[in-house]
């Protein structure tokens, strides 16, 4: 989708630090971690958020195989936090369905 940072990522126009990929996820390091891990996964195909899933995205249901690769890549199965802002009132920045993989130190209870 034009305008959309995420997509741009996703399509090389724009840089990231990329930790994993297959052909439906892209996984990149968040530009402003909060943690020592704080990976952004990225579905390929644009929409944007979980309101929009429809049967149409089977596909994105593997994206709890990509996390558990991911926290394996980053040493971090022992713990983790997944996080989805998912719309305006959530805090959701990005309008392009992505998940936050967080990890590293000890984590504080959810706001
Ligand atoms: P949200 O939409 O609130 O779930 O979060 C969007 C996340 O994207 C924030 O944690 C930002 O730090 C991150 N972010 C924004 N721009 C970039 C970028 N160019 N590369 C990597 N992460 C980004
Ligand atoms: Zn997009």
């Not at 990929?21 to 979980?50: G, Q, S």
Request: glycine share 6%; with cysteine.
């Amino acid at each position: 989708m034009d305008d959309c940072i995420f997509c741009k990522i996703i399509n090389g126009e724009i840089s990231s630090t990329k930790v994993y990929e297959d052909e439906n996820f892209l996984v990149i390091k968040d530009i402003n971690p909060v943690a020592p891990v704080h990976d952004l996964v990225l579905y390929k195909r644009h929409i944007r958020n979980l309101n929009e899933l429809t049967n149409e995205h089977e596909d994105f249901s593997k994206i709890f195989e990509v996390i558990k690769k991911v926290a394996e890549l980053e040493k971090i199965s022992n713990g983790y936090r997944v996080v989805v802002n998912n719309g305006e009132e959530a805090g959701q920045e990005i309008n392009h369905i992505h998940f936050h993989v967080i990890g590293g130190r000890k984590l504080g209870k959810i706001a």
